[in-house]
């Protein structure tokens, strides 16, 4: 078959060897597959991710010089199923998968090794048990968009935002669109998305977001007085005072006044934000700018050493939470939520490719004025970007 080998930081399209279902697996005909941020990233920093996934108890992650066939982003056509397989979802339905697949007592990630290739290729298998029929007749465009939709969901879910809270998004990359995208199907009201380009900051309202920021002109936190937010250690100080002071005229023990408050509830309001640059420094900036008690998601990937002052966050008793991936019952969800159109995700769409125009749309991902997210459309020819 015909697929996208990476290999020593090269991309070419060559013919390799079809991939065989084994037990308990699936043979799939690719329909679409998304570019992802992490396809840029690890065709030139292969090795360091490699050694950092050591780091974290995951061996077996390629290297540079391992041929590698990216492609977690994807939907296809059931073609043949391995022996030993259920075969509850018959040849011809077209699903999505959680992209993951046994070898031996090990999960290989497909797309990221060496052995389990991904689906930029004309096929791709993937384990039976992980995959779910597309519902509703959703388009193979869409139901490309369900990776990242579930990395988006989970993202989310682990901020435990409220409606009633303000969300702000930093950076309206494809991570930081799909960000916004679910907190507006989530019903949260008050969505600020920053980024220096105005092509994302578009795509930004096209998802949900209420308010759009150039951070080159303004912060995306100088409203925090508008939203009741603390802004300075003396506002908390002022507050912790005032409220004993208040309390204390009650005819009522004032420390049961202040529990009940807590426990319905009452608490200063804070913003929800969710980093989704990935670039040294901006988790510095943010701690510097948020307001007091911020919840700060870190959904972007720095690849690179950073650094940060504790003693700011103590201070302003910040609160981080990093985030990676999401669960296969997250990423049922995030088809659903699609497929119901619950989720307005369409807009990040912005290209389709064969597999001959896929190290042209590595290259026209460099420009955020004309691209978010790129599909690859194996059964399509030539090299354009359209």
Not at 52 to 79: N, Q, Y
């Amino acid at each position: 078959m015909r697929a996208v080998v990476c290999q020593n930081e090269h991309l070419q399209v060559r013919e390799i060897a079809d991939p065989v279902p084994q037990k308990g697996q699936v043979l799939l005909k690719v329909l679409r597959c998304g570019i992802c941020g992490s396809d840029l990233h690890l065709r030139h920093h292969c090795d360091h991710m490699s050694a950092l996934s050591l780091r974290v108890g995951l061996p077996g992650f390629p290297t540079s010089k391992d041929a590698i066939v990216f492609g977690h982003e994807f939907c296809g056509e059931i073609l043949e199923h391995g022996k030993g397989s259920r075969r509850k979802l018959p040849v011809g339905t077209r699903v999505c998968a959680v992209p993951m697949l046994r070898r031996g007592q090990a999960i290989d990630l497909i797309g990221l090794s060496a052995t389990s290739h991904g689906a930029y290729a004309e096929r791709v298998v993937v384990q039976e048990p992980l995959m779910e029929a597309i519902p509703n007749g959703l388009s193979d465009d869409m139901a490309a968009l369900t990776e990242p939709m579930a990395v988006a969901l989970h993202a989310v879910r682990r901020s435990e935002v409220r409606k009633s809270d303000v969300a702000v998004v930093i950076g309206c990359g494809p991570v930081g669109l799909g960000v916004i995208a679910m907190l507006k199907a989530r019903g949260v009201r008050t969505i600020i998305a920053s980024d220096f380009s105005p092509g994302r900051r578009a795509l930004a309202q096209q998802c949900g977001a209420t308010v759009v920021i150039n951070p080159a002109e303004s912060s995306p936190f100088t409203s925090w007085a508008e939203f009741g937010h603390i802004g300075t250690m003396a506002g908390l100080l002022e507050l912790g005072v005032s409220t004993r002071e208040k309390l204390g005229m009650l005819p009522v023990p004032w420390w049961h006044t202040w529990r009940v408050a807590e426990k319905a509830g009452l608490a200063p309001k804070r913003p929800v934000i969710f980093e989704c640059v990935g670039v040294p420094g901006v988790l510095r900036q943010l701690m510097d700018g948020a307001p007091l008690m911020s919840r700060i998601v870190v959904v972007g990937v720095c690849m690179q050493a950073d650094t940060i002052e504790p003693a700011i966050g103590i201070n302003k008793e910040i609160e981080l939470r990093f985030v990676l991936g999401y669960s296969p019952l997250e990423y049922r969800d995030a088809l659903h939520l699609l497929a119901e159109g619950k989720v307005n995700a369409g807009c990040l769409i912005t290209g389709t490719v064969g597999l001959d125009g896929v190290e042209q749309a590595f290259a026209a991902l460099g420009n955020p004025e004309r691209h978010a997210k790129i599909l690859i459309d194996p059964s399509r020819s030539g090299l354009a970007v359209l």
